[in-house]
Nanobody, 122 residues
């Protein structure tokens, strides 16, 4: 069992930065691939970024590539999402999730956090 708690969301102006954190409980955190997803009002949940258990393999949605960076610290049981050059269209609830393998498909993730709101003003 893995429990995930996101933090770091908030209100930021366009062009600004935020760093999201996702703290995981459980001894097996390092064996899970981790992902960040987001859901805007009236839209489906979409893939943002993933990385494998070691953090050596990452994958990004085209809309965030070059602006967002996903990373993890297995010693701290934490995964991060550094978000730079934020745009109003990045406004959404951001969720972290854990999966047994590296995947961009939300349905393949076993555990989810409660989400953190990110709002980017123009």
């Amino acid at each position: 069992q893995v429990q995930l708690v996101e933090s770091g969301g908030g209100l930021v102006q366009a062009g600004g930065s935020l760093r999201l954190s996702c703290a995981a409980s459980g001894r097996t955190f390092s064996s899970y691939a981790m992902g960040w997803f987001r859901q805007a009002p009236g839209k489906e949940r979409e893939f943002v970024a993933t990385l494998n258990w070691s953090g050596g393999i990452t994958n990004y949605a085209a809309s965030v590539k070059g602006r967002f960076t996903i990373s993890r610290d297995n010693a701290k049981n934490t995964v991060y999402l550094q978000m730079n050059s934020l745009r109003p269209e990045d406004t959404a609830i951001y969720y972290c999730a854990a999966a047994l393998f590296d995947t961009i498909v939300p349905g393949n993730y076993n555990y989810w956090g409660q989400g953190t709101q990110v709002t980017v003003s123009s």
